[in-house]
T-cell receptor, first 115, second 110 residues
Framework: DGGITQSPKYLFRKEGQNVTLSCEQNLNHDAMYWYRQDPGQGLRLIYYSQIVNDFQKGDIAEGYSVSREKKESFPLTVTSAQKNPTAFYLC??????????????FGEGSWLTVV | DAKTTQPPSMDCAEGRAANLPCNHSTISGNEYVYWYRQIHSQGPQYIIHGLKNNETNEMASLIITEDRKSSTLILPHATLRDTAVYYCIARSNTGNQFYFGTGTSLTVIP
């Protein structure tokens, strides 16, 4: 099946630890995104990438890092510098960020809880 | 990208049409209107999008007013599985992201 796969679905992290969330897509999309969602809130953009080996900060990039070494993969690392990391994390992709009328598609999300 | 305004919540009887409004009074000529929905603890699901003309697909219909300042998403025969948060987004091709507000929480009642 074509789509976006996020793993793990649920993750627990101790304070002070870094954790990496995986995102893989087989849609041959150039652009990929990471959003964060807190309970009862909308989605906020963390990072996005328009092409391999390039990525840009979104609205809430502090405490997060990403890489884009392959077109199909866009992992997100939540570092110990992120003060409130407990949230629902969503990965998404689209054909391109500046394609007229293009659509963004989402993975199923990953729940991160700091214990 | 234009700001959109949606009612925070709505109810709809099962089997009836659900009409979800969205106001985007500052929309510009090159901004599409997109609708997504999110069921609790899942990723948002694309529903439909349009620029000027009304659009219909297997999930829903999108009615955009002639002045493009508002739109309505229509689920023709709502089922319990349509209970979700529905997001209306206005986005241009020069934007780098999709802005999701808090949407409308639709509850389909048996």
């Amino acid at each position: 099946d074509g789509g976006i796969t996020q793993s793990p679905k649920y993750l627990f992290r101790k304070e002070g630890q870094n954790v990496t969330l995986s995102c893989e897509q087989n849609l041959n999309h150039d652009a990929m995104y990471w959003y964060r969602q807190d309970p009862g809130q909308g989605l906020r953009l963390i990072y996005y990438s328009q092409i391999v080996n390039d990525f840009q900060k979104g609205d809430i990039a502090e405490g997060y890092s990403v890489s884009r070494e392959k077109k199909e993969s866009f992992p997100l690392t939540v570092t110990s510098a992120q003060k409130n990391p407990t949230a629902f994390y969503l990965c998404a992709s689209s054909i391109g960020t500046r394609v007229y009328g293009n659509t963004i598609y989402f993975g199923e999300g990953s729940w991160l809880t700091v214990v | 990208d234009a700001k959109t305004t949606q009612p925070p919540s709505m109810d709809c009887a099962e089997g009836r049409a659900a009409n979800l409004p969205c106001n985007h009074s500052t929309i510009s000529g090159n901004e599409y209107v997109y609708w997504y929905r999110q069921i609790h603890s899942q990723g948002p699901q694309y529903i439909i999008h349009g620029l000027k003309n009304n659009e219909t697909n297997e999930m829903a219909s999108l009615i955009i007013t002639e002045d493009r300042k508002s739109s309505t998403l229509i689920l023709p025969h709502a089922t319990l599985r349509d209970t979700a948060v529905y997001y209306c987004i206005a986005r241009s091709n020069t934007g780098n992201q999709f802005y999701f507000g808090t949407g409308t929480s639709l509850t389909v009642i048996p």
